[in-house]
């Protein structure tokens, strides 16, 4: 594959990776340290991609797996290879039990058991799926979960089978990582499914046969205004203003860091970090809208708040030819914070904008002004909680006390509302360790958690823990809102009480941040 930009600059070096999405192939290129010039119009990539297709599907026999973690059974995969002739052959494979776990009692109801399971073959084959009956052959009713976990181990088998068996991998792959799901001649799965008694299932797995080798013939532009193929450079040349006629930039435009405003002596500061040209349907064959990230940063202890009266806002986009894209629409509904350098917390919105910039445009220019919800976290007291499943407390509400500084955290002073802290999951693990599933519910009374804290008998934070997930929920209808955080414990040296912080937003306020940012297709521009 070749890369180069409309002033002719060219990548030194292309690599490529792929996912395929049903009867579609999705090519990125792994172009590193390299991007086109700022004056770009367009780039252009040309080349030929060697991939392998199946002309069919087939079903193997049920095979019966023993639901253990570690358990396995040989599979055979008929027709599902392709020699070095072209001829099919039959595949050996092992279906393996990655793991089973879970199914606790909850009350009267009984959750459902995560089954994880990994086909393992001796040679590149293209496995479609993989089907559950009991015993007794009926079907199994599952609810898929951790779908980007499926995705990203997937994602290894297809590569290696997309490429051609010729290629070597890793010359062209030098420098991947390895970790499970990358590895060649590997597919993995995982369910939810109702506990099996019986302790067993019967595995189907559905995958191609009639492997065929083919080269697809890349000849595209990509620019500001979509994607074309097979298109001559002359045809974009003619659709090109001259830089004469173009509007000169003003001296704001050339401030990509002017959103600043201030809260309570914090800075506040909007920047664009990625453009993208595309469309929601998948199988269209161009594009019709322009995707953006906007990136924004407070300083510490300062972070970003969620308030329902600032969901969707929008951002204008115009192009460099002087041309008025349309309205770019950003959803300030959830905003997360994150650490970043420098004492900095930062949020990533995205936004989409229905609509392209003129043929020939070189630029993007956003701008606007964004209301954003900003806070302080607080610490509030530490409570104890017994290390067993369903431990409960009620405690009162953080920040509806006064604390002696006369800050009015969440509510008027004098409010006696209770919120309900407990352990939703309590699961031993190896090594001494447990994971464990912290929850809060909050209803009818404004609050707003940014995380829960372990610590010690001294109420200093606990070392040997590791945060796994996270999750928050908001019905309207009895305004209750919940939170929960799991957490890995290495060991508990015989602990029998949690002690746990709750971290909360207080001194909410809604500041307006000024936007003004460009972007080509060489990045950011002053």
């Known amino acids: 594959m070749t890369l180069k930009d409309s002033v002719g600059r060219k990548a030194p070096d292309v690599k490529s990776m792929f996912l395929n999405l049903e009867d579609r192939i999705f090519g990125r290129m792994d172009v590193p340290e390299w991007l086109p010039s700022a004056g770009a119009q367009w780039v252009e990539a040309k080349g030929e991609l060697p991939v392998v297709i199946s ?15 570690g358990a396995s059974v040989p599979l055979v995969l008929e027709d ?26 909850s009350g009267k109801e009984r959750k459902k058991k995560k089954l994880i399971l990994k086909v393992v073959s001796e040679a590149p084959v293209g496995i479609c799926d993989i089907e559950l009956q009991t015993v007794e052959g009926m079907p199994v009713m599952t609810g898929e979960s951790d779908l980007n976990m499926i995705k990203v181990l997937g994602l290894g088998g297809i590569i290696d089978f997309l490429l051609d068996f010729d290629v070597d991998r890793d010359e062209t792959f030098p420098e991947q990582p390895e970790p499970m799901g990358w590895r060649s001649k590997t597919t993995v799965r995982a369910w939810d499914i109702d506990p099996v008694e019986e302790g067993e299932l019967q595995v189907s797995v559905r995958h191609s046969q009639g492997l065929r080798r083919h080269r697809i013939l890349i000849d595209h532009k990509a620019s500001l205004s979509g994607l074309f193929e097979g298109k001559e450079i002359k045809e974009f040349d003619g659709k090109c203003e001259s830089s004469s006629k173009r509007p000169p930039a003003s001296d704001d435009a050339a401030k990509p860091f002017s959103g600043v405003v201030k809260t309570e002596g914090e800075k506040v500061s909007a920047w664009l970090s990625l453009l993208s040209v595309g469309s929601r349907d998948v199988s269209a064959s161009g594009a019709d809208s322009i995707w953006m990230d906007l990136d924004l940063a407070v300083k510490q202890p300062a972070v970003f708040g969620d308030r329902a009266d600032v969901e969707k806002q929008s951002l204008e986009v115009s192009d460099s030819l002087g041309h008025v894209v349309g309205q770019a629409v950003f959803d300030l509904t959830w905003l997360s914070s994150g650490a970043g350098e420098e004492g900095m917390t930062w949020s990533r919105l995205s936004g989409e904008c229905s609509g392209l910039a003129s043929p020939g445009a070189e630029w993007l220019r956003v701008q606007g002004t964004l209301r954003v919800p900003v806070a302080v976290v607080r610490d509030g007291p530490v409570y104890e909680l017994p290390l067993q499943k369903e431990a409960e407390l009620q405690i009162p509400v953080p920040g509806r006390a006064d604390d002696g500084e006369n800050v009015h955290d969440v509510a008027a002073v004098g409010d006696t509302a209770n919120c309900l802290l407990s352990l939703a999951n309590v699961e031993e ?43 928050r929920s908001f019905s309207p209808k009895d305004q209750k809102s919940s939170w929960n955080q799991d957490f890995k414990i290495g060991s508990i040296d015989g602990r029998e009480k949690l002690r746990v912080r709750l971290k909360y937003k207080a001194n909410m306020e809604t500041v307006d941040v000024p936007v003004d940012c460009k972007m080509g297709l060489g990045g950011l521009l002053p």
Request: with cysteine.
């Open 55 to 69: 002309c069919r599907e087939a079903v193997t026999e049920p095979v019966r797996v023993k639901l253990a973690k």
């Open 80 to 105: 599902a290879g392709m020699g070095k002739d072209g001829r099919a052959e039959d595949v050996k494979a092992d279906m393996v039990v990655v793991d089973y776990y879970g199914g606790e009692h």
């Open 429 to 471: 693990k190896e090594h001494g360790g447990v994971q464990v599933t912290v929850a809060v519910e909050v209803e009818g009374v404004p609050f707003d958690l940014e995380c829960f804290e372990l610590v010690d008998g001294n109420d200093v934070p606990l070392k040997n823990i590791e945060s796994v997930g996270t999750g």
